[in-house]
């Protein structure tokens, strides 16, 4: 039964390759929210330009993701959508925390609690029951798109107060689960996402093989971005550890 439902997720129906171009999303109060977040988002950081510039590129990403034609695509391949999630809360997270700056309280519960938090909802949503609800319903999608922004936001938010050490562990934390999720969707022997059953047959890919591809963008280059990321807050450690007045 699945396998002959038409799908119609928020982003629209699969298109074709022809059509992409023109798929736009002029959804009025998606726009309408994002012009207002940004207008008033811009006003409140003009004292801190780093901050602002950050928030700025955050808004300009997610215009990307949620108007542009790449929301689409999205609707056809599922390894768009894997994409999509990446730069979801690994790129426009990131510099929503960087907008938040480092002088507001902390969050409650610590960077554990909100790895945790983040890895949870991140295997939720690509569950296949869970995603096929999120590809049904509006309500739904935005739910799935809120909470995982809101989980990686908050986990790149408690990085930026936590010691080094401990950004470190949960960067790495992060990168193993979701290499993993996206090792056993590589690995699987059956198409998963009934979704994707038949859209990526436009692309010239199979369910099975837009799937394994979707494994693979999760598995390597997403995973590899928290890896980079823990990279350089150990390089820094290390520099302010070699820096530090030695006792004696």
Same mark, same amino acid.
């Given at each position: 039964?699945?396998?002959?439902?038409?799908?119609?997720?928020?982003?629209?129906?699969?298109?074709?390759?022809?059509?992409?171009?023109?798929?736009?999303?002029?959804? !009025?109060?998606?726009?309408?929210?994002?012009?207002?977040?940004?207008?008033?988002?811009?006003?409140?950081?003009?004292?801190?330009?780093?901050?602002?510039? %950050?928030?700025?590129?955050?808004?300009?990403?997610?215009?990307?993701?949620?108007?542009?034609?790449?929301?689409?695509?999205?609707?056809?391949?599922?390894?768009?959508?894997?994409?999509?999630?990446?730069?979801?809360? %690994?790129?426009?997270? !990131?510099?929503?925390? %960087?907008? /938040?700056?480092?002088?507001?309280?902390?969050?409650?519960?610590?960077?554990?609690?909100?790895?945790?938090?983040?890895?949870? /909802?991140?295997?939720?949503?690509?569950?296949?029951?869970?995603?096929?609800?999120?590809?049904?319903?509006?309500?739904?999608?935005?739910?799935? $798109?809120?909470?995982?922004?809101?989980?990686?936001? +908050?986990?790149?938010?408690?990085?930026?107060?936590?010691?080094?050490?401990?950004?470190?562990?949960?960067?790495?934390?992060?990168?193993?689960?979701?290499?993993?999720?996206?090792?056993? /969707?590589?690995?699987? +022997?059956?198409?998963?996402?009934?979704?994707?059953?038949?859209?990526?047959?436009?692309?010239?890919?199979?369910?099975?093989?837009?799937? $394994?591809?979707?494994?693979? /963008?999760?598995?390597?280059?997403?995973?590899?971005?928290?890896?980079?990321?823990?990279?350089?807050?150990?390089?820094?450690?290390?520099?302010?550890?070699?820096?530090?007045?030695?006792?004696?």
């Amino acid at each position: 039964m699945d396998a002959v439902k038409v799908w119609t997720p928020y982003c629209g129906a699969a298109p074709a390759p022809a059509e992409l171009l023109a798929r736009w999303n002029l959804d !009025p109060v998606l726009l309408a929210a994002l012009v207002a977040a940004t207008l008033a988002g811009g006003f409140a950081l003009r004292p801190y330009p780093a901050r602002r510039r %950050a928030f700025l590129a955050a808004m300009a990403l997610l215009a990307v993701l949620f108007i542009s034609p790449f929301c689409a695509l999205t609707s056809a391949l599922f390894s768009a959508r894997v994409v999509h999630h990446v730069l979801l809360t %690994a790129c426009a997270a !990131p510099l929503l925390a %960087a907008a /938040i700056g480092t002088d507001r309280h902390r969050l409650p519960g610590g960077l554990a609690a909100w790895t945790a938090l983040h890895g949870l /909802i991140f295997w939720l949503w690509h569950a296949p029951p869970a995603y096929a609800w999120a590809l049904s319903s509006d309500a739904a999608y935005w739910l799935m $798109q809120a909470s995982l922004l809101a989980s990686a936001a +908050g986990l790149w938010t408690a990085l930026r107060t936590a010691p080094a050490l401990a950004g470190v562990g949960a960067l790495l934390a992060t990168m193993v689960q979701m290499g993993v999720l996206g090792a056993l /969707i590589t690995f699987s +022997g059956r198409a998963l996402y009934a979704p994707h059953l038949l859209g990526p047959q436009d692309w010239g890919y199979s369910p099975l093989e837009d799937q $394994q591809l979707a494994g693979l /963008i999760m598995w390597a280059p997403g995973a590899a971005i928290y890896l980079a990321a823990a990279l350089v807050l150990l390089g820094l450690w290390l520099r302010d550890e070699s820096a530090r007045p030695q006792p004696g």
